[in-house]
């Protein structure tokens, strides 16, 4: 996959790792958009050097969607922990 299709997938990933895990970021939209692209990058990273499952060329790959969204979910906890959840304040 291009990184074309990397930012799409990462902006889906973003999408679907903040409904997953709902709350108020202190980046907001655009924090929360950067940190589904980073993630989705990561998770294929991830996925393709330790879990020895490489990303393939399609986009549709259950594989990647998953690792993706991991990434993205992993990435937001992270983001809230050292951030903090806006709405605790």
Known sequence: MGYIS???????????????????????????????????FIGGWISSTFLDHPVTKN?????TWLSAIGGALVLLIVYRIFFGDSRSR
């Open 6 to 40: 990397w930012i799409i997938l990462g902006l889906l990933a973003g999408a679907i790792a903040k409904f997953l895990l709902p709350g108020r970021d202190p980046g907001g939209l655009i924090g929360t958009t950067v940190i589904g692209i980073i993630g989705a």
């Open 59 to 63: 986009f549709f790959d259950g594989a």
